[in-house]
């Protein structure tokens, strides 16, 4: 499923399992790959807060939160828009590379 793939990808970009991107801890890498994750998955899939909130773990209340504070920390925060743009970056690299093994002759 691309939304799964999306969130591994993610992680991965961050340097953390989804497991622990999901778990109730609120060290500032975790918080940011949360973040994340949501904004992803808004912006590429057009998912609701009610949507996205299984997938980070987090209350429908708590991801429209996250939503709101994401979109305007790309805007305004530096760091999490440089975090927002390579996992962007990575995101699109690795569904083009997955398009062009899908495009591949099988033999």
């Not at 590429?44 to 299984?54: G, N, R, V």
């Not at 530096?78 to 099988?106: G, M």
């Amino acid at each position: 499923m691309k939304i799964d793939d999306s969130i591994s990808v993610i992680c991965q970009e961050m340097g953390l399992s989804y497991d622990y991107a999901k778990c109730p801890n609120r060290k500032r890498e975790v918080v940011d790959t949360r973040h994340l994750i949501a904004r992803i998955l808004k912006d590429q899939y057009d998912l609701s807060a009610a949507e996205i909130a299984p997938h980070i773990n987090r209350s429908r209340s708590n991801t429209v939160i996250s939503l709101r504070n994401s979109k305007a920390w790309v805007k305004i925060n530096k760091t999490f828009r440089e975090k927002y743009t390579r996992v962007k970056t990575a995101l699109e690299n690795h569904f083009k590379q997955k398009d062009l093994e899908s495009a591949l002759p099988q033999f």
